[in-house]
């Protein structure tokens, strides 16, 4: 299995942990560091083959690690922040709904084998998910307001 399947696995569990206990700074910090990882790995890919799409995935993924890039933000409740929440988390959903494409639409190779096709998908599909469960927690008021989390 490609060890980079393995590194994946960190920072989308941090993502899911950041979910489940409600806590913004491990929610954003998994997105931010899946995006550390997927940017770096699609520009090699863009030096060893020349393929532009490589650099246009890349430069998705780093849109998504300035959108997670973790604060220290108190969120207040008000609308201004929740507004901004939601399109944040909206475009993370968005940006891994295309991961799961990507992935799906790649053919295996020895680099990519189907298991790995597999969990990568997967990841995306999790990671694509959770900015969902956040933006129902924030539009039904379920995240305290004034908080660091």
Known sequence: MDPLVIVAGIPTALALFGVIRKNRMFFL?????????????????????????????????GVQAVLAFPNRLNYDGTKVFKSFGIKVFLSLSAVNLFGVLL???????????????????????????????????????????????
């Open 103 to 149: 992935v799906q639409a790649m053919p295996a190779s020895l680099e990519l084998t189907e298991t790995t096709k597999s969990i990568a998908a997967a990841y995306h599909g999790l990671l694509a998910v959770l900015p969902l469960v956040g933006v129902f927690l924030m539009t039904t008021d379920r995240i305290p307001a004034g908080t660091n989390d």
């Open 29 to 61: 910090t998994g997105y931010f560091l899946y995006a550390l990882i997927v940017v770096p790995n699609e520009i090699m890919t863009y030096n060893a083959t020349g393929e532009v799409a490589h650099l246009a995935y890349a430069f998705l993924w």
